[in-house]
């Protein structure tokens, strides 16, 4: 794996081979930042955001979003192996100013939010096979934690059958594979 733009371009990134993480791919990672650059349906300025990376594994997202110029990404990852790798490559690639990591359930991360902490990115890279992640896009709304222009970005299974509409405003939704990826606002 490694960093497809920005002025970290070509840095490697480790990754895991296990069952628990699933790396995203480059290509899926290229058509996300394609989508978020060049698409009309979408209005969000990636230079100076403030992401949120949730189930984030080793970074890959949030890592891509520093490279292209976002002010900070903030990293949620409950796996103890993928938050070493993680915090491994943040050190690898001298970000560390630029990158907080909870290594928590995002459930819990959450409760410690308040209006003021405001993000502008939302990604969501769930265990394909969960869907507990719709209670968290809920409590994200609730909470207000995010900007008045800001995007959420969910990857899922392609077969997956999340209700959501109720939840978040879908703007885009696009099949690669196996993947799918759902753009949308609060």
Known sequence: MRIISGFLKGKKIDFLKSHTTRPLRDFIKGNIFNIIYHSNLIDIELDAANVLDLYSGVGSFGLECVSRGAKKATFVENDDTA???????????????????????????????????????????????????????????????????????????????????????????????RSKLIFGTF
């Open 83 to 177: 938050t070493v790798t993680l915090k491994k490559n943040i050190n690898n690639l001298k970000i560390q100013n630029q990158t907080e990591v909870y290594s928590k359930e995002v459930i819990k991360f959450l409760d410690k939010f308040t209006k003021k902490d405001q993000f502008d990115v939302f990604f969501f890279d769930p265990p394909f096979d969960k869907n507990y992640f719709i209670n968290e896009l809920k409590i994200i709304k609730k909470s207000k934690i995010y900007t008045k222009k800001h995007l959420v970005i969910i990857h899922r299974e392609s077969k997956s059958k999340d209700s959501l509409e109720k939840i978040i405003k879908i703007i885009l939704t696009k099949t690669y594979g």
